[in-house]
C-alpha cells in the first residue's frame, strides 16, 4: 500500500499554524518529515495514529512526530460532520540547528525524539496546552517566538541599564 506524502507549504521558515473549517473530514492516511499538533474544535469521528484506530471528539489535542501515519475520518457519521481544527506545523529546527541541545531545553528534545508513536493529551496538560494552542494562531511568527521565548523565568541581564549602544556605533564611524 503507498500512502500519501505532505508537502507542508511554510508561508515563512518557522513553522505553520493555522485554523481550518471543514464540512466533513476525509483526509487521506498520511505523513509529513515535521511535526504536528492538532486541536479539534468542532467535530467527531475516526483518528488513525499508525496502528491505533480510536475515536476523536471536539477538545481532543494530539502531537505526532514526522512521519507517522494518521489522518482523521468521519465520513460514516450521517450528520453534523462539521470539523472545525487548528493545526500546528513545524520541522525539528523551526527554532535554529541545535536550539533543543540547550540545557533546559533537552526535556523537549526528548519529548521530540519519542513522539514517533504520537501523544494525546489529558488532565491539566490538556487545559494548558489547548489555551496555548488557540493563542498561536492569532500570533505571527515572530510574535510566536517572542511569546515562548517570554515565559521563560530564567534569565538575567547582563549589561546595565545606563550601557549606551549608540555611543559605541557613533565612536566606531570615527
Known amino acids: 500500500m503507498k500512502f500519501f506524502k505532505e508537502n507542508i507549504v511554510y508561508s515563512s521558515n518557522v513553522l505553520v499554524a493555522k485554523e481550518e473549517h471543514f464540512a466533513y473530514a476525509d483526509f487521506p492516511l ?8 492538532i486541536l479539534i474544535l468542532k467535530g467527531n469521528g475516526k483518528r488513525i ?23 482523521y475520518n468521519n465520513t460514516h457519521i450521517a450528520v453534523d460532520r462539521e470539523i472545525h481544527q ?3 506545523q ?9 536550539f533543543f541541545d540547550i540545557g533546559p531545553f533537552k526535556r523537549i528534545k ?21 489555551s496555548q494552542v488557540r493563542n498561536l494562531v492569532k500570533r505571527d511568527d515572530a510574535d510566536i517566538i517572542i511569546h515562548f521565548l517570554s515565559k521563560s523565568k530564567e534569565f538575567s541581564t547582563l549589561a546595565s541599564i545606563s550601557f549606551d549602544t549608540t555611543s559605541i ?3 566606531q564611524k570615527d
Do not use: M, W
Open 90 to 98: 513545524f520541522d525539528e529546527n523551526f527554532l535554529g540547528k541545535g
Open 30 to 37: 498520511h505523513y509529513h518529515p515535521e511535526y504536528e499538533i
Open 169 to 171: 556605533r557613533r565612536s
Open 49 to 71: 495514529v499508525g496502528d491505533n484506530v480510536s475515536e476523536f471528539s471536539a477538545g481532543d489535542l494530539c502531537f505526532f512526530g514526522p512521519n507517522l501515519l494518521h489522518t
Open 110 to 130: 526528548s519529548f521530540l525524539k519519542h513522539s514517533s508513536q504520537g501523544y494525546k493529551f489529558h488532565g491539566q496538560t490538556l487545559k494548558a496546552v489547548t
Open 86 to 88: 487548528i493545526v500546528i
